[in-house]
């Protein structure tokens, strides 16, 4: 079993999660702020911006993992001034990162930009199996969705591998791992 771990203020990186949750065994943990993050648009952008600047790390919701129950760990985060998100910095922050293996995501709307080193920062390289970033998620669902498939088949999720004759008749499809 995988586990999804994500923060979305306005539900794009959900969005991912969601799909990738649809093609893995894998569940799901949304990551919020223990004080709610509720402003307008312009005031999100600002106080958003100006934490993740700073590397601000605020408290969370309770939550718990059991990291030895989980194969792969996905992050995922939107980018916010270039880099993560603060919620998702403090979870980087306070995790047990010995046992698994990390799966990196970001949405953002230009580029995204640092997101990833800004993750690999607190988290050993070698258990990284995999990073994509997402576009305009919610504007191109369909793109999307196929670019989540296309990431996890290149990392081998959900790690099964059929033979050429299952193409056409499944029933013959046979486990090759
Ligand atoms: C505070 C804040 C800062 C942002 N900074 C960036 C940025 O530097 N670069 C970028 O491409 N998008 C930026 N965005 C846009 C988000 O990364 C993008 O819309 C993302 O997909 C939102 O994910 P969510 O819907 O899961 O919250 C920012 C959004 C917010 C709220």
Do not use: C
């Not at 191109?140 to 056409?168: C, H, Q, Y």
């Amino acid at each position: 079993m995988n586990l999804i771990v994500y923060y979305s203020l306005k539900g794009n990186t959900k969005f991912v999660a969601k799909k990738i949750a649809l093609n893995t065994e894998s569940k799901l943990l949304e990551l919020k702020y223990k004080n709610d993050f509720n402003y307008s648009r312009i005031l999100e952008m600002i106080i958003g911006g100006a934490q993740a600047l700073v590397h601000y790390k605020p408290q969370l919701q309770d939550y718990s993992i059991q990291n030895d129950k989980h194969d792969t760990i996905f992050i995922g985060t939107p980018v916010w001034a270039h880099g993560i998100s603060p919620v998702i910095r403090s979870f980087l922050n306070s995790r047990d990162i010995s046992v698994n293996k990390y799966a990196l995501f970001s949405t953002y709307k230009a580029s995204e930009g640092r997101s990833f080193s800004q993750m690999k920062k607190y988290l050993p390289e070698d258990k990284i199996i995999g990073q994509a970033g997402f576009q305009n998620v919610l504007q191109n669902k369909e793109k999307t969705e196929r670019e989540v498939k296309d990431w996890l088949s290149a990392m081998n999720f959900p790690g099964k591998k059929i033979n050429t004759a299952a193409k056409n008749n499944p029933k013959k499809a046979v486990n090759l791992n």
